[in-house]
T-cell receptor, first 115, second 113 residues
Framework: GAVVSQHPSRVICKSGTSVKIECRSL??????MFWYRQFPKQSLMLMAT?????????EQGVEKDKFLINHASLTLSTLTVTSAHPEDSSFYIC???????????FGSGTRLTVV | KQEVTQIPAALSVPEGENLVLNCSFT??????LQWFRQDPGKGLTSLLL?????REQTSGRLNASLDKSSGRSTLYIAASQPGDSATYLC????????????FGKGTKLSVIP
């Protein structure tokens, strides 16, 4: 079955530093990957859609200069939270859509805590 | 704008009971609907995917139905087990030129042994 690996699962960083989160599709090619953020007791909110080889499309209200997304290959997308602040603390989840297929496979998520 | 509502927000049942989780949506022009399970601090596991042309999907003890005209979907869990305890999310893809999923807030299920 389709597997998406997300790392790290948990990270604590100091305010002002940058954190990179990786999302890899292990056994399929993903033309499109998605990045979500989830606050406690809230639904997943889409942050951005990344397509391999092109710039990511950000949802309204998401700062593209703060949340840098790179989708350099069909199996890897990265999200970098730059100059992190405590309000960026959240659960970040990526998902991938199989090229030419349906359904979404999600990573295991990354718990980011900014102190 | 599509809005997805899941009721109840939390549900506690004794082991062995059958139960139904509800999902309603405001725009019936959907392409497909997907039910997910999320364990605490974890990612999402896809349970069932229903295409807009389908009315239900079954997998083991799970059955999901879709009624586009009324804007509703239900997830039926038979003979619940403690291992079913998790948050269940429904999500819709409206097919509006992207692959964006719109999620509900989920129903947190606790199955008491």
């Amino acid at each position: 079955g389709a597997v998406v690996s997300q790392h790290p699962s948990r990270v604590i960083c100091k305010s002002g530093t940058s954190v990179k989160i990786e999302c890899r599709s292990l056994d399929f090619q993903a033309t499109t990957m998605f990045w979500y953020r989830q606050f406690p007791k809230q639904s997943l909110m889409l942050m951005a859609t990344s397509n391999e080889g092109s710039k990511a499309t950000y949802e309204q209200g998401v700062e593209k200069d703060k949340f840098l997304i790179n989708h350099a290959s069909l199996t890897l997308s990265t999200l970098t939270v730059t100059s992190a602040h405590p309000e960026d603390s959240s659960f970040y989840i990526c998902s991938a859509s199989r090229t030419g297929g349906w359904g979404y496979t999600f990573g295991s998520g990354t718990r980011l805590t900014v102190v | 704008k599509q809005e997805v509502t899941q009721i109840p927000a939390a549900l506690s049942v004794p082991e062995g009971e059958n139960l139904v989780l509800n999902c309603s949506f405001t725009d019936s022009a959907i392409y497909n609907l997907q039910w997910f399970r999320q364990d605490p601090g974890k990612g999402l596991t896809s349970l069932l995917l229903i295409q807009s042309s389908q009315r239900e999907q079954t997998s083991g003890r799970l059955n999901a139905s879709l009624d586009k005209s009324s804007g509703r979907s239900t997830l039926y869990i038979a003979a619940s087990q403690p291992g079913d305890s998790a948050t269940y999310l429904c999500a819709l893809y409206s097919g509006a030129g992207s692959y964006q999923l719109t999620f509900g807030k989920g129903t947190k299920l606790s199955v008491i042994p």
